[in-house]
Nanobody, 126 residues
Framework: QVQLVESGGGLVQAGGSLRLSCAASGRTDSTYAMGWFRQAPGKDRDFVAAITWNGGNTYYAESVKGRFTISRDNAKKTVYLQMHSMKPEDTAVYYC???????????????????WGQGTQVTVSS
């Protein structure tokens, strides 16, 4: 089992920045990649970004490319999501997830992930 705990959510004005963290614990040695997803009220849980643990390869949704950056600290077993130029449409609960398999073309699929955090609320005011 892998436990994931997100932190760093909050309220920010449009154009502002926020950094989310996701700390992993437990059987993390089998983790291949970590991802961030978000879910707005009444909507599906959408892919935001993903990163592989070893190579650090990154993947982004078009809607956040150029504004968000995913990174990881292997020693701390923590993944970060740095968000800049935030927009009201970025408002959502942000979830961290981990996956043990390495089919990168599936990283955008929430059903591909094995473990999930509890989520952290991000609200962007206009």
């Amino acid at each position: 089992q892998v436990q994931l705990v997100e932190s760093g959510g909050g309220l920010v004005q449009a154009g502002g920045s926020l950094r989310l963290s996701c700390a992993a614990s437990g059987r993390t040695d089998s983790t291949y990649a970590m991802g961030w997803f978000r879910q707005a009220p009444g909507k599906d849980r959408d892919f935001v970004a993903a990163i592989t643990w070893n190579g650090g390869n990154t993947y982004y949704a078009e809607s956040v490319k150029g504004r968000f950056t995913i990174s990881r600290d292997n020693a701390k077993k923590t993944v970060y999501l740095q968000m800049h130029s935030m927009k009201p449409e970025d408002t959502a609960v942000y979830y961290c997830a981990s996956v043990k398999r390495g089919r990168s073309w599936l990283f955008r699929n929430k059903d591909y992930y094995d473990y999930w955090g509890q989520g952290t609320q991000v609200t962007v005011s206009s």
